[in-house]
């Protein structure tokens, strides 16, 4: 059974649409580990003080009042971006893909940002050197996969 919705949308269409625009921590992590360019730039939208308190490493620092302003001269228009922000409380990994969007850019939204990078226990970058925290097992699976 097709489940319909406004404007003829089915629930198909809806959830292949999600995964069009939108990525997880654990698919940035693999993308990141590899040897080769990941494909994408990945954009963290929040405040400088946010960055200085731990960031994904690889991560390019471009909060998104300046998204605007200063996207040409760190990204290129054909280089696709995954922006992230805090985590799933904060809807500034949102507005940082919907600036990309406006501008051109082929965009995702990282779910779960930060926060969830970190609960995954992965590594993060600080000026001091780079950190990991163990995994939550609320958040993240006790496997290197979850199976999904």
Do not use: K
């Not at 400088?48 to 300046?66: C, D, F």
Request: with cysteine; hydrophobic share 40%.
């Amino acid at each position: 059974m097709t489940t319909t919705a406004h404007g003829g949308l089915t629930a198909a269409d809806f959830f292949a649409a999600r995964l069009a625009f939108q990525t997880d921590v654990a698919d940035v992590h693999t993308a990141l580990s590899g040897d080769d360019d990941p494909g994408f730039a990945l954009v963290d939208s929040r405040s400088a003080q946010a960055w200085r308190q731990g960031r994904i490493p690889g991560a390019l620092h471009l909060p998104t009042a300046e998204i605007t302003a200063r996207a040409s001269a760190l990204v290129p228009l054909d280089r696709p971006v995954v922006t992230y922000c805090w985590g799933p409380g904060c809807n500034g990994a949102t507005r940082a893909a919907l600036e990309f969007a406006r501008l051109g850019y082929r965009v995702r939204e990282m779910l779960g940002g930060v926060e969830y990078w970190i609960r995954e226990g992965l590594p993060v970058a600080t000026d001091s050197g780079t950190v990991r925290q163990p995994v939550d097992p609320l958040t993240g699976p006790a496997a290197d996969q979850c199976g999904c």
